[in-house]
């Protein structure tokens, strides 16, 4: 079953704008992840936070983590039509061997119009 | 960064055949590889994690029989999906993580670019 609830499922914006997503999650975890996807291609991993961190950025991201709400946000700031993709939060709570398993939200498609 | 390939991009093939799709390592040598299955519009679900020289371990609902993967070496995992049929159609993407040989955070995954299939 899934891990992680993501909402939007889907947001649409204008080029500028900035794009806000978030996750939440039930179990406790070690840390989140940010995906991104684009169309029928692989994932590009973007942000992780771990679980005593509270923000972090990195360079037009932001994503948030508040353990206690079991939540995250991802913000993108400045957004650009090739900021289009579908984002993904993830979180590990179980390891296999000598890495950690991903359980991967339902994920939001973001749409940036020019 | 650690680069993972996947072979082929794109397969159609007919029902009851069985097709065969690898997952590459490039320029690093990963312990643990997962695979993950994505239908359209949702999310990737772990079907099975494999660990180099051990048999791989499946999630619930996941058939081993039907879906067989091998971890042979540090940088190559398969994973052959048997007698394929129709709702076996989907996106199937593998990850490599525990990279053998390198201190690096424990959570890191490098995704491959993902193989299509469809089943006629």
């Known amino acids: 079953s899934q891990q992680g609830e993501e909402d939007p499922q889907a947001l649409s914006i204008q080029e500028g704008e900035n794009a806000t997503m978030n996750c939440s999650y039930k179990?406790?975890?070690?840390?989140l992840q940010w995906y991104r996807q684009n169309s029928g291609r692989g994932l590009v991993h973007l942000i992780l936070?771990?679980?005593?961190?509270r923000e972090k950025h990195s360079g037009r991201l932001r994503v948030t983590l508040d353990t206690s709400k079991k939540s995250s946000s991802l913000l993108i700031t400045a957004s650009r039509a090739a900021d289009t993709a579908s984002y993904f939060c993830?979180?590990?709570?179980?390891?296999?061997?000598?890495?950690?398993?991903?359980?991967f939200g339902s994920g939001t498609q973001l749409t940036v119009l020019p | 960064g650690a680069v993972v390939s996947q072979h082929p991009s794109r397969v159609i093939c007919k029902s009851g055949t069985s097709v065969k799709i690898e997952c590459r390592s490039l320029?690093?040598?990963?312990?643990?590889m997962f695979w993950y299955r994505q239908f359209p519009k949702q999310s990737l679900m772990l079907m099975a994690t494999?660990?180099?020289?051990?048999?791989?371990?499946?999630e619930q609902g996941v058939e081993k029989d039907k879906f067989l993967i091998n971890h042979a070496s540090l940088t190559l995992s398969t994973l052959t999906v048997t007698s394929a049929h129709p709702e076996d159609s989907s996106f199937y993407i593998c990850?490599?993580?525990?990279?053998?040989?390198?201190?690096?955070?424990?959570?890191?995954?490098?995704f491959g670019p993902g193989t299509r299939l469809t089943v006629l």
């Open positions: 936070i771990r679980s005593n961190e």
């Open positions: 993830a979180t590990d709570a179980r390891s296999s061997g000598s890495a950690r398993q991903l359980t």
């Open positions: 179990t406790s975890i070690n840390n």
């Open positions: 990850s490599a993580g525990g990279l053998a040989g390198r201190v690096i955070s424990y959570n890191e995954q490098f």
């Open positions: 494999s660990n180099e020289g051990s048999k791989a371990t499946y």
């Open positions: 320029d690093f040598q990963a312990t643990t």
